[in-house]
């Protein structure tokens, strides 16, 4: 399934990132997607896995996801997915050690 947009895909520009804070159905779908993927690059497993902020990327060969991620108490992740415009989608990037005050990276 792909995710719905409250603006159209053309009004984001080409590399500028766009952040939004509202988690939507699609976001938490992306999410549980990548959640296998960001467990076997981190070698860990993570029983808590939620979205709390993010952001869009448009880039030459479709479109970054850039995803800050709760996985305990006081600790995030944030995560880089590419969704290419094929419709093949991976992970690109894992930070661990992450704070909810830390910016996206």
């Known amino acids: 399934m792909e995710p719905s947009?409250?603006?159209?895909?053309?009004?984001?520009?080409?590399?500028g990132p766009t952040t939004f804070n509202t988690i939507d159905n699609d976001l938490q779908l992306l999410c549980q997607d990548i959640k296998k993927d960001v467990e076997e690059n981190t070698n860990r497993h993570f029983t808590k896995f939620e979205?709390?902020?993010?952001?869009?990327?448009?880039?030459g060969v479709g479109e970054i996801d850039k995803l800050k991620i709760k996985v305990s108490g006081e600790e995030c992740i944030h995560v880089s997915v590419l969704k290419h415009f094929s419709g093949i989608r991976s992970v690109e990037n894992v930070f661990t050690n992450k704070s909810?005050?830390?910016p996206l990276n």
């Open 100 to 102: 909810e005050n830390d």
């Open 5 to 15: 947009y409250d603006r159209p895909l053309n009004s984001f520009s080409v590399g």
């Open 51 to 59: 979205p709390i902020s993010y952001s869009k990327q448009k880039v």
